[in-house]
Every structure is written in structure tokens, then in C-alpha cells.
């Protein structure tokens, strides 16, 4: 049986650079059957079959001339939008496996305005999840979080250096083992939703970082809701995460 590097043999499949390859397996958009390829460089069998999962195109929800809002697609890099939209500059991020309302600037005033209005708390964040085990009440989480951004990103409860953040989990449905979940957050802690629902030992489904046990194709949490100033906008729940399968 030949063997060969698997993103040379995507790139000879689909008649695109070794570079290009690896940055697909890298971006997690590679997949044999329904498991997603991890290592670009691993050995695998020449005749293996390989599915491209591209990101759907990023939806406009809403612009004006100060704004735009839009419903970024999973695996889809926030700052890869900001690049394709000339003249906006992200309000906020999102992390690259999660869907959902991502916020964009258009102007230094209404921009400037709305970083203040981020940095003290007066935008008003709603999430959909699934997560692991069964939630049968609301959970409020007030654990301080630490960042260590060494090379990855990776958070965690730290009751002493931690920075103060709050999240509120409340029930919405159960599949099996699994439950759906609203997550409201007055904060923005990197991985904040992450690292709090896995430390009440609900990580969610597919977010191995955090001890999720269940393979996913990325990690099922969807921002659903933002409101900013007069400003409120919804993005429909995709299909992985509108009913967990």
C-alpha cells in the first residue's frame, strides 16, 4: 500500500499547490468520510479520498454608515471578514469554530464609541450551545479567568490573577446526553463561555481544549443575539446547531 504526506495528496487531487493543501488541512476544512483530517503531514494511504468543507459565504444582517453586522460562518477566521470589507474594522471577535453576530465599525467616531461601550459592559451578549451532560437548571458563573496566550490561546479559572466574568446558562433542550443551552455574558473573556461551562463540567460538544469527550466538526456554540446602543441583531441558528444529531 503507498503511503505519501496527506496534504500532498490533496494538493495533487485537487490540482492546487502543496501550500495551499496544508493550509486547508490547517483550517480544519478537510475531511475523509465524516472525520476531519488534524495533521497535514501525516501518512496515509495515496488513494484516500478527500471532502473540502468551504465555508459558506458571510451574510450582511444589517449596515448602515456606521455599522455592519454579519453572520460569520464557522471555521472562518474573524479578521479573514475584516479584510474583505473595505474600510470596517471588527468591533469584537469571535473564535473561529463559532457562528453567529460579528460586529464591524465604519467610522473612527461610531468605532471609538463602541470599544468604550465593549470595554464597560454595555453590550448585551446571547449564545446557543450544545454541551455535554444534561442541564436541568440555570447555572450563574462567576469564576475570575486567566489567559495564558503562549503560542495558543488557553484560559482558565484563577481565583487570584483571574479577571472578573459572569455567565449565565439556562436550559433550552436535551438530546440523549447532550443539552442545548442559552448562554448570556456581560464580559468577554477569551474562551470565557468555554472555560466557565467546562468548569461546571458541561464543556461543550466537540471543544477537546476543554475536555469535551464527543468528536464534532467544530465546536457547537453560535452567537445568536447582540445588542449594541439602539442596536439589535439576531443570526439564525445553522443547521449543526439548530438540533444536535
Do not use: C
Amino acid at each position: 500500500m503507498a503511503t505519501d504526506q496527506a496534504f500532498k495528496i490533496l494538493a495533487k487531487q485537487e490540482g492546487i499547490s502543496n501550500n495551499r493543501a496544508k493550509a486547508l488541512i490547517d483550517s480544519g476544512l478537510v475531511f475523509v468520510g465524516d472525520k476531519q483530517v488534524k495533521i497535514a503531514r501525516a501518512q496515509i494511504n495515496t488513494e484516500t479520498a478527500f471532502r473540502i468543507e468551504y465555508p459558506s459565504d458571510v451574510e450582511v444582517l444589517y449596515e448602515d454608515e456606521d455599522i455592519i453586522a454579519v453572520n460569520k460562518p464557522a471555521q472562518v477566521d474573524s479578521y479573514d471578514i475584516q479584510d474583505v470589507i473595505e474600510g470596517a474594522k471588527l468591533l469584537h471577535r469571535l473564535d473561529r469554530d463559532t457562528s453567529g453576530v460579528l460586529l464591524l465599525g465604519k467610522n473612527q467616531e461610531f468605532i471609538e464609541k463602541a470599544v468604550e461601550a465593549f470595554k464597560h459592559r454595555r453590550v448585551k451578549k446571547e449564545y446557543v450551545a450544545w454541551v455535554e451532560g444534561v442541564v436541568y437548571d440555570t447555572i450563574q458563573i462567576n469564576d475570575p479567568i486567566l489567559t495564558i496566550k503562549k503560542g495558543k490561546a488557553f484560559s482558565k479559572i484563577d481565583p487570584v490573577r483571574g479577571k472578573k466574568a459572569y455567565t449565565k446558562v439556562t436550559p433550552d433542550e436535551v438530546q440523549g446526553k447532550k443539552s442545548k443551552v442559552r448562554v448570556e455574558i456581560t464580559t468577554g473573556r477569551t474562551h470565557q463561555i468555554r472555560v466557565h461551562l467546562a468548569s461546571v463540567g458541561h464543556p461543550i460538544v466537540g471543544d477537546a481544549q476543554y475536555g469535551s469527550v464527543t468528536k464534532s466538526k467544530r465546536i457547537l456554540l453560535h452567537s445568536a443575539k447582540m445588542s449594541l446602543f439602539d442596536y439589535t441583531f439576531e443570526a439564525p441558528e445553522p443547521q449543526d446547531i439548530r438540533r444536535y444529531k
